[in-house]
């Protein structure tokens, strides 16, 4: 499965930042495979570096950079979107800023620009406007950064967290709706601000403050304060958690290693009788769900197939659907003692197109196996994403539960999506064994929309499920 985000660190010190600054970004490097990019402020001014990280990780292409870039305060992201952090010039001053979100009304948002004086946007390829760059359009129509930062958030259709970084300190956003984090660590002499919280530990900071939902903050070298507080509701995504996150991260003080035991462990509450001989998980973010299923059933966790990434790093990941799909079939390599003549449950995070997951099963029975079950941790993907940039899919029809759908009534099946979101209902059991004959495999049972949120363990109104129910 191809999800893509972003994520972003910055910091403010008493001494030079550009090594806190250059591993707190690269820690968050399983959020994005295209561009990473630098900005730091000095007594000179600003200083920015961006690369194209497709084919090499982030480190050998910045280890250059930050033996120039020096400074006490800076901010970097890593992101499969636009070039960024941008540096603006404008009536507030000269700042830089990066951003990770999505922006629905876009095209609207930039024509109005147009009408308000905004003489131009620099054009990326494939003619799109630079989404960063339309952030910081709105934040200059206001008197002051922090109207701007929240003019923005009020006309955003979507979600959009942000770092500013100006010569008097580090202004972080947190989306209205909190749909991605963004947490404060401090050690002696230094604050850093965080999409993910275990990328300043090694650096020695300590959790020191998370942000809620739509809550504004300054940082200094000697402390931050609260300029907006949160608000009362939130919608963290739920992906963070089945997928996004490394195992070391923590949202919401759920830890994502231990959500994930505990989602493999629900898996198995109701799926007794399933006679296999390993449990397994589909590398890297199925392992965990499979730990808890194996531990609970008490069925062997074994690996029959290991993802070789000394030459296949994830930072390799072409545009092409084809080619993205001949490169995780090259990842995979088979242990043939644990294929062979062997009937295997196999858990993976999620089913979105299901290409990957046939190929999977394929690869499987090529290799030997008897039986192949499987398991995906979430319930059936029914409807795009629209707050987040994490999926490559341009239609619901890109999902394999809408095609199975369609094929089953056609535009009759729209009128029913509650019921094939149900998954105590006959069409929820239709399409569940359409999606099974069509991946070939076994047998198919998808964790339910209560087993993931018990999993998650915080407060089932603060989470996004928007692609599960189509409820915002």
Same mark, same amino acid.
């Given at each position: 499965?191809?999800?893509?985000?972003?994520?972003?660190?910055?910091?403010?010190?008493?001494?030079?930042?550009?090594?806190?600054?250059?591993?707190?970004?690269?820690?968050?490097?399983?959020?994005?495979?295209?561009?990473?990019?630098?900005?730091?402020?000095?007594?000179?001014?600003?200083?920015?570096?961006?690369?194209?990280?497709?084919?090499?990780?982030?480190?050998?292409?910045?280890?250059?950079?930050?033996?120039?870039?020096?400074?006490?305060?800076?901010?970097?992201?890593?992101?499969?979107?636009?070039?960024?952090?941008?540096?603006?010039?404008?009536?507030?001053?000269?700042?830089?800023?990066?951003?990770?979100?999505?922006?629905?009304?876009?095209?609207?948002?930039?024509?109005?620009?147009?009408?308000?004086?905004?003489?131009?946007?620099?054009?990326?390829?494939?003619?799109?406007?630079?989404?960063?760059?339309?952030?910081?359009?709105?934040?200059?129509?206001?008197?002051?950064?922090?109207?701007?930062?929240?003019?923005?958030?009020?006309?955003?259709?979507?979600?959009?967290?942000?770092?500013?970084?100006?010569?008097?300190?580090?202004?972080?956003?947190?989306?209205?709706?909190?749909?991605?984090?963004?947490?404060?660590?401090?050690?002696?002499?230094?604050?850093?601000?965080?999409?993910?919280?275990?990328?300043?530990?090694?650096?020695?900071?300590?959790?020191?403050?998370?942000?809620?939902?739509?809550?504004?903050?300054?940082?200094?070298?000697?402390?931050?304060?609260?300029?907006?507080?949160?608000?009362?509701?939130?919608?963290?995504?739920?992906?963070?958690?089945?997928?996004?996150?490394?195992?070391?991260?923590?949202?919401?003080?759920?830890?994502?290693?231990?959500?994930?035991?505990?989602?493999?462990?629900?898996?198995?509450?109701?799926?007794?009788?399933?006679?296999?001989?390993? $449990?397994?998980?589909?590398? !890297? %973010? =199925?392992?965990?769900?499979?730990?808890?299923?194996?531990?609970?059933?008490? /069925?062997? *966790?074994?690996?029959?197939?290991?993802?070789?990434?000394?030459?296949?790093?994830?930072?390799?990941?072409?545009?092409?659907?084809?080619?993205?799909?001949?490169?995780?079939?090259?990842?995979?390599?088979?242990?043939?003692?644990?294929?062979?003549?062997?009937?295997?449950?196999?858990?993976?995070?999620?089913?979105?197109?299901?290409?990957?997951?046939?190929?999977? $099963?394929?690869?499987?029975? !090529? %290799? =030997?196996?008897?039986?192949?079950?499987?398991?995906?941790?979430?319930?059936? /993907?029914? *409807?795009?994403?629209?707050?987040?940039?994490?999926?490559?899919?341009?239609?619901?029809?890109?999902?394999?539960?809408?095609?199975?759908?369609?094929?089953?009534?056609?535009?009759?099946?729209?009128?029913?999506?509650?019921?094939?979101?149900?998954?105590?209902?006959?069409?929820?059991?239709?399409?569940?064994?359409?999606?099974?004959?069509?991946?070939?495999?076994?047998?198919?049972?998808?964790?339910?929309?209560?087993?993931?949120?018990?999993?998650?363990?915080?407060?089932?109104?603060?989470?996004?499920?928007?692609?599960?129910?189509?409820?915002?």
């Amino acid at each position: 499965m191809v999800f893509y985000m972003g994520g972003l660190f910055g910091v403010t010190a008493k001494q030079d930042c550009i090594m806190d600054l250059f591993f707190g970004v690269d820690y968050h490097s399983h959020l994005g495979t295209r561009r990473g990019g630098l900005a730091v402020y000095s007594k000179t001014g600003f200083e920015r570096a961006i690369h194209n990280i497709e084919n090499s990780p982030f480190r050998t292409k910045f280890e250059r950079d930050i033996e120039d870039m020096h400074g006490l305060m800076g901010i970097g992201c890593i992101s499969d979107t636009e070039p960024q952090p941008l540096i603006v010039r404008s009536h507030l001053g000269n700042y830089a800023i990066t951003t990770v979100g999505r922006i629905n009304n876009l095209e609207e948002l930039v024509d109005e620009a147009f009408k308000n004086g905004s003489s131009h946007f620099l054009e990326m390829s494939g003619g799109r406007v630079n989404a960063t760059e339309l952030v910081a359009c709105l934040v200059n129509q206001k008197d002051t950064i922090l109207e701007g930062i929240q003019h923005a958030q009020d006309l955003i259709d979507g979600s959009m967290t942000m770092l500013i970084l100006t010569k008097d300190g580090l202004y972080a956003a947190r989306d209205k709706m909190g749909r991605t984090p963004l947490v404060i660590g401090k050690k002696e002499g230094a604050y850093c601000v965080s999409f993910e919280s275990f990328a300043y530990l090694n650096l020695g900071y300590k959790d020191e403050h998370y942000l809620g939902a739509g809550e504004i903050d300054f940082l200094t070298a000697d402390g931050y304060e609260v300029l907006k507080q949160p608000g009362e509701k939130m919608k963290i995504c739920a992906f963070l958690w089945t997928y996004f996150g490394y195992p070391t991260s923590c949202y919401e003080g759920v830890n994502v290693e231990e959500m994930r035991y505990r989602c493999g462990q629900i898996l198995a509450e109701h799926d007794t009788g399933t006679d296999v001989d390993f $449990v397994a998980g589909v590398p !890297d %973010s =199925g392992t965990a769900h499979a730990v808890g299923y194996a531990n609970q059933s008490g /069925i062997p *966790f074994a690996r029959p197939f290991i993802k070789y990434t000394p030459t296949w790093p994830r930072s390799f990941m072409p545009q092409n659907q084809s080619m993205r799909n001949q490169i995780a079939h090259m990842k995979l390599i088979p242990v043939d003692s644990l294929i062979r003549d062997k009937k295997l449950l196999f858990i993976d995070d999620s089913v979105v197109r299901g290409t990957q997951m046939r190929e999977t $099963v394929e690869f499987l029975y !090529d %290799s =030997g196996a008897k039986e192949v079950h499987f398991r995906p941790a979430c319930p059936p /993907i029914m *409807f795009g994403c629209k707050y987040l940039n994490f999926s490559r899919s341009t239609s619901d029809m890109d999902l394999i539960s809408r095609r199975v759908i369609d094929e089953l009534e056609g535009e009759e099946g729209l009128k029913h999506l509650d019921e094939y979101c149900d998954a105590k209902s006959k069409r929820y059991a239709a399409m569940v064994e359409g999606i099974c004959e069509k991946m070939k495999v076994t047998s198919l049972k998808y964790q339910t929309l209560k087993g993931m949120l018990d999993s998650i363990g915080i407060d089932p109104d603060h989470v996004c499920t928007y692609c599960w129910t189509g409820m915002e």
